[in-house]
């Protein structure tokens, strides 16, 4: 069996996050894995927000609402005795996923499978949170695991 010493998981405070999360967790537990959520604001304002004053406003409460998803994956992880960073970043969801996997040398990636997933290339997500599976897979430093 592999052993990995860090697993990033991408969170959205989804039911089907929240079974990646505790299977990232359970995998930490057995390894000593550092674990790291992470939790991405994806929003093109530049197309939408006819001004800058809407725009930090939107922001702001997209921040807000990362923050409270966040906070309730480091509530999962210290339930299990378990220590856990927390990232948020803003851009797209596939780039910010793997950008962060690079930088903090992922061993692993565990991600929900939504009910949106048909076929492998398939799109999971919802909004700006899609992404797709094919170029995920194949842009990761690391294998990915998805759990349904």
């Not at 939790?39 to 406003?57: G, Q, R």
């Not at 856990?84 to 690079?102: F, H, P, Q, Y």
């Amino acid at each position: 069996m592999a052993t990995f010493k860090k697993i990033l998981i991408p969170y959205y405070g989804s039911q089907a996050c929240n079974r990646a999360a505790e299977k990232a967790m359970e995998l930490a537990k057995e390894n000593k894995a550092e674990l790291v959520g992470l939790k991405i604001v994806s929003f093109s304002f530049e197309t939408i927000v006819p001004s800058d004053n809407l725009w930090d406003a939107i922001r702001e409460d997209l921040q807000g609402k990362a923050k409270s998803a966040l906070a309730a994956l480091e509530s999962m992880a210290k339930e299990r005795g378990l220590e856990i960073k927390l990232e948020i970043r803003e851009g797209d969801t596939e780039s910010e996923v793997v950008a962060l996997a690079n930088e903090i040398g992922a061993d692993l990636i565990v991600m929900s499978l939504g009910s949106r997933v048909k076929r492998m290339g398939g799109f999971f997500g919802k909004g700006q949170q899609r992404i797709s599976v094919r170029t995920l897979v194949s842009e990761a430093p690391c294998p990915v695991m998805f759990v349904s």
